[in-house]
């Protein structure tokens, strides 16, 4: 390797420093040239890389000016593209139509600030870009300039520089890697330099052979590499000897930590993320989202449930969401014409109301009201600030109001502290625009989190992983280059960023952009970079399908995995999986401390004999007693309704823990509206214009079918406005909405039952019906309320109303029946001396009835011998404490169920 024979021969002439692509290869060989050199000590500024390199040699004939940095860049953006909001003065990059949406072109006009002098370069403009958009690139520039003058910036890429070498002399490695080594060495301007020496891929006599290994999926791929790995340190390989190289590495990195932990290989991530990313920074985008979506519930929650942070109040974070799920404070509503504060007026509601509403007391509310008002405050004083200074003094306000950063770990607070320090920055590139105004300083400071990075200082003990690229010059005993496919190690690079394909395309011959494709010469140093390196890569990706890289695919050096005997790499979670799934009789010949804790855990928990096992045991004698007092809390009676009975017959569990221990899971997830409070609405309306009716004789007459529009919705007037009073309410575009859509349901019944049951008369709505069992002594009840009573041609009958699902006759009479309402509201009317013929549901959403009964007695008799039978063994299983599940018998529905988290059916083996 010429790089290792340049260092040896190099190393003893002190006014030779070498320079490498990046700082990590910098950093590696001052730390390796003492494994082959006499020297006991270095000085590390002979060890620097490319962009140091430019740092100290590059100079430029403005001594006044400084170099314009991101901060600048993006503050001239944000000045600029508010002007054009108001003024439009682009027409291409931005179009007219979409100059109120100019910010959003912050991120890539950034990226083309630093090349856009290279217009230049293109003799002529007229051909091969279109005319628009070489008017508005050009203004774009004229604006920079002015900029840059003004504030006295300097833009390096724009200047040429000069070299100041000092009597050193500099070997440079490698710069066919470097994006802008090519552009700046056009005329070998660096290359024909008497005191730089250029090593380059070039100049190495023969590369390593190369081969790519293909893997069927990526699990496969980092699970077999952290095995090799595992077993590379089991022979006692030191750490530092072993690197991994990563392309895409944001996107594999959640799945590779979690893979190191379980294989017991610890990582050590070089990787610098854009700070918001961090939970302690992303506070900012938080609570810019408050701002910017009207304190929504949403923006509130993530804000509020970040525990990354160390609030002062955490439980009054989650009261105030409480209290927001329950009220439905979705967001603060506004149009042009109306605005809505929300928050304000359910908070008015709340603390007005005479009765405890959603768990709250009155203190409660006052103090989730007092604490939001502080927060809301907070927030738009943040978002008003009118320059940088004062936003410095509200942010650090916010946190000593809200947070407790002395319970911040260390790590954490460098986060925050850096996030703060970038604020510096832009505190101080203002400084020097001091005749600009800012229309929003906050946004302008999230912007800059978003692209600012940010990498953690100290690194746990590991194996080294890097981003693709950033290791390429390094050379450690082994080096693992995973997710090596096409998309991940092409490497291209646009010196004219402001152009896209069809103009490169166009002007390929005046820009010659081939010469800028770093992908194989990227691939071919990688060769170099381990004494042995694996290039590896997944056919099946975690983000779709991967296909190989081109270098490989003509050099015909690709290889799909294959587990032969002898290189077999024992992997403890496929033995153990063997094993429990009966593949093999032996366990595994070892296994990981996690297995080890978790084996010892499940001894204790899921292996351990159970005292209390309620899948197939009743409860013992205290328990059955405390249960069943539970459940007769009314007089002493066992109280059983249809819905109960059919909750207990799907799954006694359940019935257990929602009936029995009245366990209630507290949640942050909203609802603008649930079905059933449509449901309980249309049956209040339901039942005043139907008992209406029946003070009216009980008929429903063709010549008042106006008549009763008017008082339907009369009623339906009433019952919402009364609701509207008393219940929280969406939005109010959406009550109106929901309003009309309820209005339209009620009226719809009416227009059915004027068709089809004409002839009906009406006896009761809303009939509540009790049935004491007998003995007496089993102090047992059957209650049900009736919707409708109705009396026609085929005899009477009972209707039901149904909002969404509507059992069929198989649900009702089958031989496994799930729904016992119908036979539950026959045996109560039977008690009571009347019979019925017929019953049916009327769906409120398909708008007709369903008739389930007609005159057919057989079916009626067979229903209540099922219902009965039903009735006893609920009774009996009961009082003796049974609440297991007979799951051999039937198949449980658990797709709505509160309670899968507790119970884990669907995980149960055997």
Request: net charge neutral.
């Amino acid at each position: 390797m010429q790089l290792l024979q340049s260092i040896k021969q190099y190393i003893e002439k002190r006014d030779t420093i070498f320079v490498f692509p990046s700082e990590t290869a910098s950093r590696f060989w001052l730390k390796r040239s003492f494994s082959f050199t006499h020297r006991r000590t270095l000085s590390h500024e002979r060890f620097i890389s490319w962009d140091h390199f430019k740092k100290i040699t590059f100079k430029y004939s403005l001594p006044a000016f400084r170099p314009v940095n991101e901060a600048a860049r993006i503050l001239f953006l944000h000045h600029l593209l508010a002007e054009n909001r108001e003024k439009s003065f682009f027409r291409s990059i931005i179009p007219r139509d979409y100059a109120e949406y100019s910010p959003l072109q912050i991120t890539t006009l950034r990226k083309i600030l630093p090349y856009l002098n290279r217009i230049s370069d293109i003799p002529r403009l007229d051909q091969g870009i279109e005319a628009g958009k070489k008017k508005d690139l050009l203004l774009l520039l004229d604006k920079y300039l002015e900029f840059l003058e003004a504030g006295r910036f300097f833009e390096p890429g724009y200047e040429q520089p000069w070299l100041e070498v000092n009597n050193f002399n500099y070997l440079l490695f490698y710069p066919e890697i470097l994006a802008d080594f090519h552009y700046l060495n056009r005329k070998g301007w660096l290359s024909n330099h008497p005191e730089i020496k250029i090593i380059s891929l070039a100049d190495e006599a023969t590369l390593p052979e190369l081969k790519l290994t293909s893997f069927e999926n990526s699990e496969e791929e980092l699970t077999r590499v952290l095995l090799k790995i595992g077993a590379l340190l089991d022979n006692q390989v030191e750490p530092a000897e072993i690197a991994i190289s990563v392309p895409a590495l944001e996107q594999l990195e959640s799945r590779l930590l979690l893979l190191s932990r379980l294989h017991e290989v610890p990582l050590q991530l070089h990787q610098s993320k854009p700070v918001l990313r961090y939970p302690q920074a992303r506070l900012f985008g938080d609570m810019k989202g408050c701002i910017d979506s009207g304190f929504s519930i949403e923006s509130l929650k993530a804000l509020l449930f970040n525990y990354a942070l160390p609030w002062k109040k955490e439980q009054l974070n989650r009261k105030l969401i409480r209290f927001a799920v329950y009220y439905r404070v979705f967001r603060n509503y506004s149009t042009p014409g109306v605005k809505i504060d929300l928050w304000q007026e359910n908070i008015k509601k709340a603390l007005a109301s005479s009765e405890l509403q959603g768990g709250f007391e009155s203190a409660e509310i006052g103090e989730i009201a007092g604490y939001f008002k502080r927060l809301k405050s907070s927030l738009q004083a943040i978002a008003e600030s009118k320059d940088f200074n004062v936003l410095k003094e509200k942010l650090l306000s916010f946190s000593d109001s809200f947070l407790s950063t002395a319970d911040f770990n260390e790590e954490e607070l460098k986060v925050f502290q850096f996030s703060l320090k970038a604020l510096n920055e832009l505190i101080t590139a203002a400084a020097r625009c001091d005749s600009r105004q800012f229309s929003s300083p906050f946004a302008i400071l999230v912007a800059y989190l978003e692209e600012k990075p940010y990498a953690p200082g100290d690194l746990p003990p590991g194996i080294a992983v890097y981003p693709y690229r950033l290791a390429a010059a390094i050379r450690p005993k082994y080096h693992f280059i995973v997710n090596a496919c096409q998309s991940g190690t092409e490497h291209i690079i646009k010196p004219y960023p402001f152009l896209n394909i069809h103009e490169e395309y166009s002007l390929a011959d005046i820009l010659s952009t081939g010469e800028y494709d770093l992908s194989a010469p990227f691939i071919r140093l990688y060769s170099l970079s381990g004494q042995e390196v694996f290039f590896s890569y997944a056919r099946k990706s975690y983000s779709g399908i991967s296909l190989p890289p081109a270098h490989f695919v003509t050099s015909g050096a690709i290889s799909d995995f294959s587990e032969r005997e002898e290189e077999r790499l024992s992997d403890p979670y496929s033995s153990e999986r063997a094993l429990w799934a009966g593949k093999q009789a032996a366990g595994p010949e070892r296994l990981y401390r996690g297995q080890l804790q978790g084996f010892s855990r499940a001894e204790k928990t899921s292996l351990k004999a159970k005292s209390l096992n309620l899948w197939n045991t009743p409860l013992d004698q205290e328990q059955s007693r405390v249960i069943n007092r539970r459940l007769r809390r009314r007089e002493g009676y066992l109280v059983i309704s249809p819905s109960s009975l059919e909750q207990y017959d799907n799954c006694a569990f359940n019935f257990l823990l929602d009936r029995g221990l009245a366990i209630d899971e507290e949640s942050y997830l909203p609802e603008n509206w649930e079905a059933r409070e449509t449901g309980n609405i249309l049956h209040e309306i339901y039942r005043r214009f139907y008992q209406w009716v029946i003070e009216r004789g009980g008929h429903l007459e063709r010549d008042s079918f106006t008549l009763y529009q008017v008082q339907l919705k009369d009623f339906t007037g009433g019952v919402l406005k009364s609701y509207s009073r008393n219940q929280p309410l969406p939005v109010f575009p959406l009550w109106r909405e929901k309003w009309r859509n309820i209005e339209g349901l009620a009226l719809a019944l009416l227009d059915v039952d004027m068709k089809i049951f004409p002839e009906q008369r009406i006896i009761d709505v809303e009939k509540l019906l009790t049935l004491s069992l007998e003995p007496e002594s089993r102090k047992v009840k059957l209650t049900g309320r009736i919707d409708r009573i109705a009396e026609n041609s085929k005899g009477m009958g009972v209707v039901d109303y149904k909002k969404s699902r509507t059992p069929k006759s198989g649900d009702i009479f089958g031989t496994r029946p799930t729904s016992f309402q119908i036979p539950f509201y026959i045996l109560l009317l039977s008690t009571s001396g009347r019979k019925t013929d017929w019953a049916a549901y009327y769906s409120m959403e398909e708008k007709k009835y369903i008739m389930v009964l007609d005159n057919e007695p057989e079916l009626q008799e067979y229903a209540g011998r099922n219902l009965a039978e039903t009735i006893d063994g609920m009774i009996e299983n009961i009082e003796r404490g049974d609440f297991s599940m007979a799951i051999a018998a039937k198949k449980i529905n658990c797709r709505f169920c509160p309670y899968q988290g507790i119970c884990r059916h669907n995980f149960i083996l055997g």
